[in-house]
Every structure is written in C-alpha cells, then in structure tokens.
C-alpha cells in the first residue's frame, strides 16, 4: 500500500478502513505567517493502527489569511450504477459539511480536490460510509493546507 493512503473495504464483519497509520486529531501548529504549507501530519501517518470509518486533522487558518486545503481523491468502485450513490465520502470542518463524493465519482488515477477554509481553528473529518454489497475504495493523499 502507498504511503499516506486510506484505503477502505466492505467485509462480511462491517467496513475495514486502513492507513498506514490511522490519524488522531492532531494539534494545530502555532501560525504566525500566511505562507507555506501548514499540515503537520499530510499522509495521515503519525497515530496507531486500527479500523475506522473516520480520519481527523486539526488545522488553524490565522485571522487576515485564506487557507486552501488540497489533497489527491481516487475512488474505485464495483457498483454499477449511474445514478445512486451507495457508498459515500464526507469531509467536514467541525459540523459544517464542506464536501462530498460517492461511487458515482469514480475514476482513473488520483483527482486533485480543493477547497476553502475560512480563518479560525478547526478538525477536519473525513468519513467514508459503505452499504452492504459492493465494494467501493476511497484513496485520500497528500493533504496540504496552504496559506495565503
């Protein structure tokens, strides 16, 4: 498995989802500037082993900056579908839904995804939810936050 790759399977006993390392919410940095890439844990790697539907990553945006959190999304999926989304992906900060995607974004290789955060300190969560049946992988990489 790559490194910094969250790799998630339906089995008989529920939903596997498995990093190389699982991440815990982690403490936001101290910001003091509004340049260069803030993530302290970008793969997700630091944290214990185990099987989880959610991953989580504490960021702070400074007042007076934007944050812009990218990250690479690659989803495979046996469903065959084209117009129900069984199997889903959220990412949140706090309660606040920023973005979601289904077995119906499937695709070829890793997509570049973005999205803006406004200032404060805030975890971010993304949880991965499966149906029963067929299998759908949602592949979260590189996850930067960058200011500006």
Sequence with gaps: MARGVWRCAVLAAGL??????????????????????KVLNPGFELGALGQ???????????AGCHGTLSFGLHIETEET??????????LKAGSVLLASW??????????????????????LTFTAKEDLTLLTSFFVSQVTLSLS
């Design 16 to 37: 596997l989802c498995l990093l190389p390392a699982v991440a815990q919410a982690q403490p936001a940095p101290a910001v003091t500037s509004c340049s260069g890439q």
């Design 102 to 123: 289904s077995n119906l974004n499937h695709n070829t290789g890793y997509a570049l995804k973005s999205v803006v955060l406004s200032a404060g300190t805030v975890t």
């Design 52 to 62: 989880t539907q959610t991953v989580a990553i504490s960021v702070s945006v400074p």
């Design 81 to 90: 579908t084209t117009t129900t989304a069984y199997d889903t992906l959220t």
